[in-house]
Nanobody, 125 residues
Framework: VQLQASGGGLVQAGGSLRLSCAASGRTISTYSVGWFRQAPGKAREFIAAMHRNGPGTSYADSVKGRFTISRDNAKNTVYLQMNSLTPEDAAVYSC???????????????????WGQGTLVTVSS
């Protein structure tokens, strides 16, 4: 499966953005999907994930209650709705997919076999 992330941009603190991750080549509904981000000088970190079976989701504590992961199987696309953005949320956001990610590994980068290129989110204070 190929993944294409988009939707990044410049937003003021307190604003919102919706990132999209369009999949091609395979049906994204058969994959667990995740969003990760990497800020300059920092390691890539887990943000949100959704298991392939059912609506089970997982979020990093830093974004819980502000970010929402969802998928539209008809459009073969995964979304990350980001609200109440702060400058600390600025980073390159990447989506990932894996056909056999178990629930306990949703937060693990190594569990995902396919990665899209990143999309840059900048938050001004």
């Amino acid at each position: 499966v190929q993944l294409q992330a988009s939707g990044g941009g410049l937003v003021q603190a307190g604003g919102s953005l919706r990132l999209s991750c369009a999949a091609s080549g395979r049906t994204i509904s058969t994959y667990s999907v995740g969003w990760f981000r990497q800020a300059p000088g920092k390691a890539r970190e887990f943000i949100a994930a959704m298991h392939r079976n059912g609506p089970g989701t997982s979020y990093a504590d830093s974004v819980k209650g502000r970010f929402t992961i969802s998928r539209d199987n008809a459009k073969n696309t995964v979304y990350l709705q980001m609200n109440s953005l702060t400058p600390e949320d600025a980073a390159v956001y990447s989506c990932a997919a894996g056909p056999s990610v178990i629930l306990s590994n949703l937060k693990s980068q190594n569990a995902y076999a396919y990665w899209g290129q990143g999309t840059l989110v900048t938050v001004s204070s």
